[in-house]
């Protein structure tokens, strides 16, 4: 399909970066989308259509959300890609400072041919919460489902199919109610979502633990499904700050943290005994503190015999390699790890457009940390291991982003 991309007044970005030079294919399975201010427009029931999330701008000049009687800001980190290093600040953003690849589709494919990108998994950003909690926390039950269906409309119809082989479709669902979470993740998968994005902690955003039975619909449906659960940093909330800290480092800099205790919580929970072939993908942690839990999970089974909360006599370092995927930015130092981890359950990241993000760069940047692996490993961590996973197809004979 060709591109529509057209530049339009923008403010403050930097000029487009040359093409990189792809020396093998990329699939990055931690990106985001924003939300582009038209996502709701004619997308929910007349009746609720003046309720629907909505830009406004404020008396400083900053475009932010409205919904449910809440304000949400477009968080200025969370769309630096092409802005000048000292223009990545916190404060609100406004969509002509951000590039168009952050909301829109063509864009967005220009944009990961520049970085030598084949295909990417985005979440959604600030006024969803990564996992579409703001939707499902609405006072009012029946727009709350209203919203959710919009957001996975809107992305089927105006982010994935332009595309359907440079994005890996993953959906949100309704979180008030698990038999309707459940009826979402049906009705996406049916359309051929392969993913969705739950919160880590659920029991940090005033929701059941995932400890609880409330959630055996929802898993219950991506397992039916094949629906591979996402679970990305700051879903359910950031790393506890102490008074008087530098909150903005010391929250990133706590990332993996969050993730080792989504991943053991998540591991206990049981559903991955319950459900075998359940998967979890967890975003943006990092890969260094999965060998650290490996070898607790291994050393607590030998030494104090807690696998008895597994049934059918697996270990927990079993469960956590079968059922569980992690993926990585860089992570130069502890990717001498990954086969303890398990080089098939390592997937590349860029993580576009955050200030995290590898973007142009990712093809360097991989080929600096991972290209003295052996190149079948290589070749796992950038792309095979994503496309297995999320079923993805991969680009054919004559693509700039061709597999070798």
Avoid at 31 to 59: N, S, W
Avoid at 162 to 190: H, M, V, W
Avoid at 234 to 244: I, K, N
Avoid at 323 to 334: A, I
Wanted: charged share 25%; glycine share 8%.
């Amino acid at each position: 399909m060709k591109l529509n991309w057209q530049k339009t007044e923008l403010h403050g970005l930097l000029p487009d970066p040359k093409p990189r030079k792809v020396k093998r294919t990329i699939i990055s399975v931690d990106d985001h989308l924003v939300e582009p201010r038209h996502m709701f427009e004619g997308r929910l029931p007349k009746h609720l259509a003046d309720k629907a999330p909505r830009i406004i701008e404020t008396e400083e000049g900053h475009e932010v959300w409205q919904f449910d009687g809440q304000t949400y800001w477009q968080v200025g980190l969370n769309a630096v890609a092409g802005r000048p290093r000292q223009d990545w600040i916190l404060e609100p953003t406004r969509f002509n400072e951000m590039r168009q690849g952050c909301f829109n589709i063509d864009s967005r494919v220009y944009d990961q041919d520049i970085n030598g990108v084949w295909a990417s998994l985005n979440f959604p950003s600030q006024i969803s919460g990564f996992c579409g909690r703001v939707y499902s926390k609405c006072a009012d039950r029946e727009l709350g489902i209203a919203t959710t269906r919009a957001f996975n409309d809107w992305f089927y119809d105006e982010w994935w199919q332009p595309f359907p082989q440079r994005s890996i479709p993953c959906g949100i669902t309704y979180l008030g109610d698990p038999e309707e979470g459940a009826k979402e993740i049906y009705r996406n998968a049916e359309r051929g979502f392969v993913a969705v994005t739950l919160p880590e902690q659920p029991h940090r955003i005033g929701m059941p633990s995932i400890f609880s039975e409330w959630w055996e619909p929802i898993l219950r449906a991506c397992a039916e499904t094949d629906t591979i659960v996402c679970l990305h940093v700051g879903s359910s909330g950031v790393a506890e700050v102490p008074r008087d800290a530098p909150a903005v480092p010391l929250v990133a800099t706590l990332f993996g943290q969050l993730s080792l205790t989504a991943c053991a919580e998540w591991l206990w929970s049981g559903w991955p005994v319950r459900f075998p072939n359940l998967k979890i993908a967890l975003s943006e942690g990092g890969i260094g503190w999965v060998a650290m839990l490996y070898d607790r999970l291994e050393n607590m089974v030998d030494r104090s015999g807690y696998n008895r909360f597994f049934v059918g006599g697996l270990r927990p370092s079993e469960v956590l390699l079968r059922n569980f995927w992690f993926c990585t930015l860089d992570d130069p130092s502890t990717i001498v790890t990954r086969h303890t981890i398990g080089v098939e359950n390592i997937m590349f990241e860029t993580d576009y457009p955050h200030g995290d993000s590898t973007w142009p760069d990712s093809q360097k940047i991989f080929n600096e940390v991972f290209g003295d692996l052996p190149a079948d490993e290589a070749d796992m961590i950038a792309y095979k291991n994503a496309a297995s996973l999320f079923r993805h197809p991969l680009p054919v004979s004559g693509s700039r982003h061709f597999v070798r």
